[in-house]
């Protein structure tokens, strides 16, 4: 067959996806992209990138930020562990290679929250550097193509992935090369309903060939997602509502969320309610009401999150790990969407 690389170059069409982040060869651009679009779609990642262009336009100022003011930049995305690392890098980037953003492959890897994929991206989309980028897309279409069935989630499949894929690259053209396999994955080789009809690759596609679209990539782990409920206390008075930040090692470390009591069943009755621990050390509120609940899917997890609204004549005084803060400015802290929705259906009856 004609050279992989060579159909796929002429397959290519550089207009075809014609997004912000392929307009420049700034590497700290190029990094915040391919950050926000990890486990995002480019149609919700876009205004994010945007937004950080405009708020960060250096990798100095995102360094400089403080941490809250990122997050909350972020809320909404999802995955907050991309902002706390992408905030830690852009402090590397300015204490260990003094603000410029490093230029090889294995300077790159360093930086907090950079794994192979994302400096194969920066190194080759900002400085042409011969590195094979290896994402969905482009596992989907190598494993059609060529007819692997090797699961690409096992170390044997990622080595030979990576192997192919590195001799498929066109060392004269990476930038360009990478930019192509990956829009081809994703508008051509598509998850559902491939385009076969149109594809450069039909007369040789092995999957096509042995019905077996579908199949293919194949990956070894199911995932089994776990269940949990947080009861959202939400405490207010007349002029004051409370909230928390989490800083534990779990989901959603460094947002903010209101007291909360995890439990595996989806419901608490009354008497549980007020024999939890913060009522019962500060007393009966004179109401608890309005019980609603939101759910949230996450990559590993669904969360559910049930919110008891209490009305106390004051708010009484709890340990320093609480905020205490005027209702009105309820909507200056980065919260997880499961609290946001919450906060965009109540917030006129909170405040
Ligand atoms: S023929 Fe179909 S399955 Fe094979 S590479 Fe092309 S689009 Fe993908």
């Given at each position: 067959m004609k050279s992989f690389s060579k159909k796929l170059l002429e397959w290519y069409n550089p207009a075809s996806r014609n997004l912000p982040w392929k307009q420049t060869n700034d590497a700290y651009k190029i990094w915040l992209s391919e950050i926000i679009l990890q486990q995002t779609r480019v149609e919700q990642g876009t205004p994010y990138y945007l937004a950080f262009i405009k708020q960060y336009p250096t990798v100095k100022k995102l360094a400089a930020a403080p941490l809250d003011d990122v997050l909350k930049l972020w809320e909404?995305?999802?995955?907050?562990s991309r902002a706390r690392n992408l905030h830690v890098a852009a402090q590397q980037v300015m204490e260990e290679h003094k603000g410029k953003f490093p230029e090889t492959h294995a300077e790159i890897l360093?930086?907090?929250?950079?794994g192979n994929y994302t400096a194969a991206a920066i190194a080759s989309f900002a400085y042409n550097l011969p590195h094979a980028v290896l994402d969905g897309n482009v596992f989907r279409v190598l494993s059609r193509v060529f007819g692997?069935?090797?699961?690409?989630?096992?170390t044997e499949g990622k080595k030979q992935f990576e192997q192919l894929a590195q001799q498929l690259l066109d060392n004269k053209n990476p930038s360009t090369y990478n930019q192509a396999i990956m829009d081809f994955g994703a508008l051509v080789c598509k998850p559902q309903n491939p385009l076969c009809e149109q594809c450069p690759f039909s007369s040789e596609c092995k999957a096509l060939e042995l019905n077996k679209i579908s199949l293919?990539?194949?990956?070894a782990k199911k995932l089994i997602k776990s269940e949990r409920h947080f009861h959202y206390f939400v405490l207010f008075d007349a002029k004051d509502i409370y909230i928390k930040q989490r800083t534990a090692k779990d989901i959603w470390k460094g947002l903010f969320e209101f007291p909360v009591y995890e439990s595996l069943q989806s419901t608490v009755n009354s008497q549980q309610i007020v024999s939890h621990p913060y009522i019962k050390k500060y007393g009966e509120p004179s109401t608890i009401d309005c019980r609603l609940s939101y759910k949230q899917t996450l990559s590993h997890q669904y969360i559910n999150g049930h919110f008891y609204e209490i009305k106390l004549e004051k708010l009484p005084k709890f340990d320093k790990s609480y905020l205490k803060i005027?209702?009105?400015?309820?909507?200056n802290y980065a919260f997880p969407k499961i609290v946001r929705s919450y906060l965009e259906d109540r917030l006129n009856f909170l405040t």
């Amino acid at each position: 067959m004609k050279s992989f690389s060579k159909k796929l170059l002429e397959w290519y069409n550089p207009a075809s996806r014609n997004l912000p982040w392929k307009q420049t060869n700034d590497a700290y651009k190029i990094w915040l992209s391919e950050i926000i679009l990890q486990q995002t779609r480019v149609e919700q990642g876009t205004p994010y990138y945007l937004a950080f262009i405009k708020q960060y336009p250096t990798v100095k100022k995102l360094a400089a930020a403080p941490l809250d003011d990122v997050l909350k930049l972020w809320e909404g995305l999802g995955y907050y562990s991309r902002a706390r690392n992408l905030h830690v890098a852009a402090q590397q980037v300015m204490e260990e290679h003094k603000g410029k953003f490093p230029e090889t492959h294995a300077e790159i890897l360093q930086l907090k929250g950079i794994g192979n994929y994302t400096a194969a991206a920066i190194a080759s989309f900002a400085y042409n550097l011969p590195h094979a980028v290896l994402d969905g897309n482009v596992f989907r279409v190598l494993s059609r193509v060529f007819g692997i069935e090797t699961p690409i989630d096992s170390t044997e499949g990622k080595k030979q992935f990576e192997q192919l894929a590195q001799q498929l690259l066109d060392n004269k053209n990476p930038s360009t090369y990478n930019q192509a396999i990956m829009d081809f994955g994703a508008l051509v080789c598509k998850p559902q309903n491939p385009l076969c009809e149109q594809c450069p690759f039909s007369s040789e596609c092995k999957a096509l060939e042995l019905n077996k679209i579908s199949l293919l990539p194949v990956k070894a782990k199911k995932l089994i997602k776990s269940e949990r409920h947080f009861h959202y206390f939400v405490l207010f008075d007349a002029k004051d509502i409370y909230i928390k930040q989490r800083t534990a090692k779990d989901i959603w470390k460094g947002l903010f969320e209101f007291p909360v009591y995890e439990s595996l069943q989806s419901t608490v009755n009354s008497q549980q309610i007020v024999s939890h621990p913060y009522i019962k050390k500060y007393g009966e509120p004179s109401t608890i009401d309005c019980r609603l609940s939101y759910k949230q899917t996450l990559s590993h997890q669904y969360i559910n999150g049930h919110f008891y609204e209490i009305k106390l004549e004051k708010l009484p005084k709890f340990d320093k790990s609480y905020l205490k803060i005027p209702k009105t400015t309820i909507l200056n802290y980065a919260f997880p969407k499961i609290v946001r929705s919450y906060l965009e259906d109540r917030l006129n009856f909170l405040t």
